[in-house]
């Protein structure tokens, strides 16, 4: 069975930082454009940043130049590096295959909670 697994999140004050992990079994996440989503309290789930299979990557103007999504092959791993956290970054934050998103019928996991303890 397809399962995301997000792991990393936790307790920060503003300004710290955090590294969230995305594994999956039984899928190869290597040559997958992969997003990470993020959804606040009371909010829908909006992408935060994503990467292509090539590497290229793309963020939310609110997250540019603090979070930094990379992917190790080796691993089956794509991460999320959080620098220069801010209240307004306080969710669960999510991973998930772009095309699973457009097709809209994604497989979510449980997502990690990121929160603010300042």
């Known amino acids: 069975q397809v399962q995301l697994v997000e792991s990393g999140g936790g307790l920060v004050q503003a300004g710290g930082s955090l590294r969230l992990s995305c594994t999956a079994t039984e899928w190869d996440l290597r040559r997958n454009a992969m997003g990470w989503y993020r959804q606040a309290p009371g909010k829908q789930r909006e992408l935060a940043a994503a990467i292509t299979g090539d590497g290229s990557t793309s963020y939310k103007d609110s997250v540019k130049g603090r979070f930094t999504i990379s992917r190790d092959n080796a691993k089956n791993t794509v991460y999320l590096q959080m620098d220069s956290l801010k209240p307004e970054d306080t969710g669960v934050y999510y991973c998930?295959?772009?095309?699973?998103?457009?097709?809209?019928?994604?497989?979510w996991g449980q997502g990690t909670q990121v929160t603010d303890s300042s």
């Open positions: 998930n295959l772009l095309s699973e998103v457009v097709a809209g019928s994604p497989i």
